[in-house]
Nanobody, 127 residues
Framework: QVELVESGGGLVQAGGSLRLSCAAS????????MGWFRQAPGKEREFVAAVSRGGGMTSYADSVKGRFTISRDNAKNTVYLQMNSLKPEDTAVYYC????????????????????WGQGTQVTVSS
């Protein structure tokens, strides 16, 4: 069992930056690939970014590539999402998720591949 708690959300102007954190408790985070998803009002939850168990591989949605960076610190059991050049369309609740995978380089992109989810943190980007 893994519990995930997101933090770092808030209100920011377009062009600004935020850094989200996801703190894990329970089993060691290094057993899991980690991902960030987001859900805007009236829309489906969508993939944002993923990082492999050791942190060596990453994957991004096209909409955030070049602006967002996912990273992890397994010693601190924490995953981060650095968000730069934010746009109003990035406004959403952001969720951290953990996927139990055997392949060390795996970066899952589908919701169904993830086993544990946090409660989410709101990010609002004003124009």
């Amino acid at each position: 069992q893994v519990e995930l708690v997101e933090s770092g959300g808030g209100l920011v102007q377009a062009g600004g930056s935020l850094r989200l954190s996801c703190a894990a408790s329970g089993r060691t985070l290094s057993l899991y690939a980690m991902g960030w998803f987001r859900q805007a009002p009236g829309k489906e939850r969508e993939f944002v970014a993923a990082v492999s168990r050791g942190g060596g591989m990453t994957s991004y949605a096209d909409s955030v590539k070049g602006r967002f960076t996912i990273s992890r610190d397994n010693a601190k059991n924490t995953v981060y999402l650095q968000m730069n050049s934010l746009k109003p369309e990035d406004t959403a609740v952001y969720y951290c998720a953990a996927a139990s995978v055997l392949v060390l380089t795996s970066t899952p992109r589908k919701r169904g591949e993830y086993d544990y989810w946090g409660q989410g943190t709101q990010v609002t980007v004003s124009s």
